[in-house]
C-alpha cells in the first residue's frame, strides 16, 4: 500500500520561512496531480496549492506570492516553500496526491499531517 511522508513542519514567527517536503512511496505510480491542503482548529480543511506533472500550478488566493509549490517527479516529491508566515497560516499541513487510472477514476492519497504553527 502506498504512502505518503511528510517533513518540515514547526513553529516560527511572523515573516519566518518553512519549506515542507512530501515524499510519495515508489509503489504509487501513475502520480498525476501533487498538492497541500491545510486544516486550522475549527476549520474545513481547505486547499492550498496543487501542481501537476507538467507544472501547471494553483495556489489559494491566500497564499499567492508567499507559498511556492514544486516537485521532482523523478523522487515522487511535493515541497511547499513557505515565506512571509501569517499567524493565520497556522494549520495542520496534508501532503494529496491524485492517481489517475484512466477510466477507473481516481486515486487519493494522504500524508499524515505535519504541525505549522506561527507565532504573532
Known amino acids: 500500500q502506498g504512502q505518503l511522508v511528510e517533513s518540515g513542519g514547526g513553529l516560527v514567527q511572523a515573516g519566518g520561512s518553512l519549506r515542507l517536503s512530501c515524499a510519495a512511496s515508489?509503489?504509487?505510480?501513475?502520480?498525476?496531480?501533487m498538492g497541500w491542503y491545510r486544516q486550522a482548529p475549527d476549520k474545513q480543511r481547505e486547499l492550498v496549492a496543487t501542481i501537476t506533472t507538467g507544472g501547471s500550478t494553483n495556489y489559494a488566493d491566500s497564499v499567492k506570492g508567499r507559498f511556492t509549490i514544486s516537485r521532482d517527479n523523478n523522487k515522487n516529491t511535493v515541497y511547499l516553500q513557505m515565506n512571509s508566515l501569517k499567524p493565520e497560516d497556522t494549520a495542520v499541513y496534508y501532503c494529496?496526491?491524485?492517481?489517475?487510472?484512466?477510466?477507473?477514476?481516481?486515486?487519493?492519497?494522504w500524508g499524515q499531517g505535519t504541525q505549522v504553527t506561527v507565532s504573532s
Open positions: 515508489r509503489n504509487i505510480v501513475g502520480i498525476n496531480t
Open positions: 494529496n496526491v491524485v492517481v489517475t487510472l484512466g477510466v477507473l477514476g481516481k486515486l487519493n492519497y
